[in-house]
């Protein structure tokens, strides 16, 4: 079993931080990469996650995620040579030891996630087509999500684009 680091493109880096995917594609090229083959994600520098290869379908790569630490990054300047290139199984164990314990486990918090919106309607199944249609065209770049650990909601925290957002026009004010 091989044992790469594999850079996700910027684009498609800014997407792996806004919704949850299961796999990540990226272009395979002419590489070695196998199927069940272990990789480390690397984006901005920065080991991201760990990850399976699936069965290459023709030029592109597609990858399971196994762990996560978007919000942690691992700094890696040494991973950025190329798009995919082989890891020493030193370096690459110790990433997939920093990258910590299976994140699925039972000491995983629970969030509560809130997109609030006021919207006038006629009847209650209007205003949700609207709500709907407005959380469409907005969409993450623009919409405020407010999220919090369950049962401590004075935690609450604006997020947009996947990062923190102060949603206080005072404290803008203040700047």
């Known amino acids: 079993m091989g044992q790469w680091a594999v850079i996700i493109p910027a684009d498609r880096w ?3 931080r806004l919704f949850h995917h299961d796999t990540v594609t990226v272009s395979a090229g002419a590489t070695a990469v196998a199927a069940d083959d272990e990789v480390l994600l ?4 920065n080991v991201v996650a760990l990850a399976r290869a699936a069965k290459p379908h023709g030029d592109e790569l597609v990858l399971t995620y196994l762990r996560r630490s978007f919000d942690n990054p691992l700094p890696a300047p040494t991973l950025t ?3 995919i290139t082989p890891v020493d199984p030193d370096t690459f164990r110790r990433f997939a030891t920093a ?7 039972p000491h995983r918090p629970t969030w509560l996630v809130s997109v609030a ?4 309607a006629t009847t209650p199944a ?3 087509r609207q709500f709907w249609s407005h959380v469409l065209e907005l969409g993450p770049a623009e919409l405020p999500t407010y999220v919090w650990p369950s049962g401590d909601e004075l935690a609450m925290q604006a997020f947009v684009l996947g990062a923190e957002a102060n949603q206080d026009p ?3 004010d203040e700047d």
């Open 99 to 105: 990258l910590g314990a299976d994140p699925t486990g």
């Open 126 to 128: 209007e205003a949700v």
């Open 81 to 83: 040579d190329g798009e």
């Open 170 to 172: 005072e404290e803008e």
């Open 14 to 16: 800014a997407d792996e």
């Open 117 to 120: 919106l006021p919207i006038e």
């Open 42 to 45: 690397v984006a901005d520098g």
